[in-house]
């Protein structure tokens, strides 16, 4: 077993980058992914859901049309889209029938980093005062890492997650130096 590390008081937040689009003709192979975009969740209320994203997760609503919310959190956006297709018309598409199924292929959980062990610990709480279904805090996997695992209104788990920086390298993540 490895020895526990020293904590550095700092956390792993995957930051938004400017970087230089390709003007060149793309490479033979796999694409060049550059990072990640934005994630788009399938809800079934938007307004239910923009509220949920906003007043308890404590994301900030950035723009609103009749068929999608994107959100924000720093750098990072969160769409929500009421309807069961990627393009949808308003007047003829409807919104998924039914919530997420964990039982089924496709997301996993999708995780919202906080500052501290502690900050989780005090997040589980405003979920509890909210009346949001959660499970208990744990520790994760990773050393110095911390969570709680809850579920939006579709269903669909979320994470407050903290992950002390000094394990970066256990998923491949590059320190800036302070």
Excluded at 39 to 54: E, G, K, P
Aim: charged share 25%; proline share 8%; glycine share 8%.
């Amino acid at each position: 077993m490895e020895t526990p590390r020293p904590p550095t008081g700092r956390t792993i937040v995957n930051k938004a980058a400017i970087v230089p689009s390709s003007i060149t003709a793309p490479r033979v192979g796999p694409p060049s992914v550059l990072g990640e975009s934005h994630v788009q969740l399938r809800v079934r209320d938007l307004d239910r859901s923009a509220r949920f994203y906003t007043e308890v997760v404590g994301l900030r609503e950035h723009v609103r049309s009749k068929v999608q919310v994107i959100l924000t959190c720093g750098t990072w956006q969160l769409g929500m889209v009421a309807s069961v297709h990627r393009a949808s018309d308003p007047r003829t598409d409807k919104p998924p029938r039914s919530a997420y199924d964990v039982d089924q292929a496709g997301l996993q959980h999708l995780a919202f980093a906080l500052g501290s062990a502690a900050e989780v610990d005090a997040a589980s709480a405003w979920l509890d005062s909210h009346g949001v279904r959660r499970k208990p805090v744990s520790d994760g996997f990773t050393p110095g890492s911390r969570y709680v695992t809850f579920l939006d209104p579709d269903g669909i788990p979320l994470e407050f997650y903290y992950m002390d920086a000094v394990y970066a390298d256990v998923y491949g993540v590059d320190i800036e130096p302070e």
